[in-house]
């Protein structure tokens, strides 16, 4: 009671200035202050969601016209392989980046091509494929077009793909990886699936485009876990086999930007020159590694069997 009775007295003595209740901060400043600052925050909130947005739903628009429209999407085509630009005149600016081309003119089956490859190791690779692909129980088989089968499976495999290539590892491969990902959903292509066999896991994935006397193997990509399986270089076959069935004279298998990739296409056959297009091509180029991309896309649904659990289709 005294204590209670010594706090009670204390207050008391207290000026009544020191009792007032502390104003908050924002009340200090008038009201059109608060007012203009508030009109301010809404104008750079809209300016920053118009500067975001905008692009956003432009790129949104342009990928749901490619997923619609077969002749908007054949442009996009055109553009991912280099050959055409937005105008549909011939893209000069693709001729910056050499691309690994191989000449099949002189090759009537695929032993004949296996036989012309430069070094031995890559003949015995090339012929191992099968084997392999049976000894880890992986099932290929052709589904059909790119832009309707893509989903999430394929998706996770492209960001695994990127994620082992890139220093960044997942941030790096989530994005580039995504980005691939839209990009191949908006172009054409054939779609070969690379499966597990007792469980159907997707291990990989491949697309390639036949345009006037040229395939592209166009996108490539697998699961860490697939890494020795050889898969890329079974792609590499079966588009020579396909190829050599079309009737088409030269494999172009893009661009690489490592050099230790470059060099692993040469050793398989495939040269990288700037002059890989023969509409853009300088006088001076070999025309045997000049592809003739000029004709119409070639159907290539000849090799669509539309069942994910057939076996390997060549």
Known sequence: RIRNEAII?????????????????WAAKPIEQQEQ??????????????????????ISYQIYRCLTDSNKRREATQGAL????????????????????????????????????PSRSAKNTIKRTNRVQELHGIDVVCVGTTSELLGW?????????????????????????????????IT???????????????????CMIAKGKTMRN??????????????????????VERCLHLGL???????????????????????????????TASDSSDPQFCCDYSGPFVDMSRFHCGDRTAKTVQ
């Not at 600052?37 to 432009?58: K, N, R, W």
């Not at 166009?218 to 588009?239: D, H």
Request: glycine share 8%; charged share 20%; proline share 4%.
């Open 9 to 25: 007295s204390g207050l008391s003595a207290t000026p009544i200035s020191y009792l007032q209740p502390m104003p908050m901060p």
């Open 37 to 58: 600052q508030s009109y301010a925050m809404i104008s750079i909130g809209t300016a920053v969601a118009a500067l975001v947005g905008t692009p956003t739903l432009f």
């Open 82 to 117: 280099g050959v055409k630009s937005s105008s549909g005149k011939p893209n000069h600016r693709g001729q910056k980046l050499e691309h690994a081309v191989g000449n099949l003119e002189k090759c009537k089956t695929v032993d004949d091509w296996i036989k012309s490859l």
């Open 153 to 185: 499976e394929h998706w996770w495999v492209c960001v695994d793909h990127e994620a082992r290539a890139t220093a960044l590892w997942w941030i790096s491969g989530f994005l580039l990886g995504s980005l691939r990902f839209l990009a191949a959903n």
């Open 188 to 206: 054409e292509g054939s779609m070969d699936e690379f499966r597990r066999r007792h469980d159907g896991k997707l291990l990989a994935w491949s």
């Open 218 to 239: 166009m996108w490539f990509y697998q699961r860490s876990e697939a890494a020795k399986c050889l898969i890329w270089f079974y792609t590499v076959r079966l588009a």
């Open 249 to 279: 004279t030269h494999l172009d298998l893009g661009p690489s930007h490592k050099t230790d990739v470059k060099e692993l296409k040469a050793k398989y056959g495939f040269q990288s020159t700037l002059n890989w297009n023969h509409e």
